[in-house]
């Protein structure tokens, strides 16, 4: 049996997410608001009218950026509205419907991060949001899907506890046993009236090495697992073929 145990949308690369109890998926689509900003690097054009994809490394991320890691973000999906807090304290509050506003934004984070006053980051979306274009680190319009049992069973080989939000996934799941997510590689899983096709396993980046609590670098993850494993993978990206909506506590079963 596999559970649903969480569902987490990300609304801006590399910055904290935001759990949520149940999601309307749509076929094609990814969560809706999932990646839906990022903040660009300098000297880096993104076409908001004809988005395409970009290789993270032209965006702020946690693969190079740990001290996003810092900042607690709670975002209003209606009213676009970002508040920014660290250690519980309100730092920032934006509409990021609003380009004044968006630009005070990217500066408030290039001074929290101490990035050079000549390097400054811009906050970046496609026109019409996450129906035109996410910034995933994929190309594809994918869901990302972790395994619990699979990150205990790792967390026990190499003698610490991993907190599962290293893996910024879109739906956390409780397995009956750890890996089982591998044998769904193209296959077919059904969550309710929702449609799944798996189709990659996740390649894990030097983002997994962060805390997401301290946003110190204390675990190397794709060292461990390719040491203990063979491989880097952790996870799997799974596209919506037929949609509908998902809740926590749904089961996800195998077709065929």
Not at 220 to 245: C, F, Q, T
């Amino acid at each position: 049996m596999s559970t649903i145990v969480s569902i987490v949308r990300y609304p801006i690369k590399g910055m904290s997410g935001e759990h949520i109890k149940s999601v309307a998926l749509r076929s094609g689509e990814v969560i809706s608001g999932d990646r839906e900003f990022a903040f660009a690097r300098p000297g880096i054009l993104f076409d908001e009218k004809k988005p395409v994809y970009m290789n993270k490394s032209n965006f702020l991320a946690l693969f190079r950026d740990e001290k996003l890691a810092t900042l607690e973000t709670s975002f209003e999906p209606l009213k676009k509205i970002l508040s920014i807090h660290k250690n519980n304290k309100l730092l920032f509050k934006a509409n990021l419907s609003n380009g004044d506003e968006c630009d005070l934004l990217s500066e408030f984070v290039r001074k929290q991060l101490n990035i050079p006053i000549d390097k400054p980051p811009k906050l970046v979306r496609a026109k019409g949001g996450t129906k035109s274009h996410s910034f995933s680190d994929v190309p594809d319009k994918a869901l990302s899907l972790i395994n619990l049992a699979s990150i205990r069973e790792f967390g026990e080989k190499i003698g610490k506890k991993i907190d599962p939000l290293r893996f910024r996934a879109n739906i956390n799941i409780e397995c009956t046993a750890a890996w089982r997510e591998f044998d769904w590689i193209g296959h077919d899983l059904s969550i309710g009236e929702v449609l799944i096709n798996v189709f990659k396993p996740t390649i894990r980046c030097a983002a997994t090495t962060v805390n997401p609590k301290t946003a110190v670098r204390d675990i190397n993850i794709p060292r461990e697992l390719l040491k203990n494993y063979n491989h880097m993978d952790m996870g799997v990206y799974a596209k919506v073929i037929e949609g509908g909506s998902i809740k926590v506590g749904d089961q996800l079963k195998l077709i065929g």
